[in-house]
C-alpha cells in the first residue's frame, strides 16, 4: 500500500513537471517590439580633457 502511493505521487511529479515544459507559455511579457535610441551618443573623453 505504502509503494502505490509512492509510485502515485512518483508519477505525478513527472506529469506535472512535462506539463509544465510542454505546455504553452506562461510569459506575461508585453509585445512592445524594438525601441528607437533617442538619447545621445557617448563621446569617450581623455584623463588630460577632465
Not at 502515485?8 to 506529469?15: E, F
Not at 515544459?21 to 569617450?44: M, V
Request: without cysteine.
Amino acid at each position: 500500500m505504502n509503494i502505490s502511493k509512492m509510485l502515485d505521487s512518483a508519477a505525478q511529479y513527472i506529469i506535472e513537471a512535462m506539463t509544465r515544459i510542454f505546455g504553452p507559455s506562461d510569459d506575461a511579457y508585453p509585445a512592445i517590439g524594438t525601441q528607437p535610441f533617442t538619447g545621445e551618443p557617448y563621446k569617450h573623453r581623455r584623463h588630460a580633457d577632465w
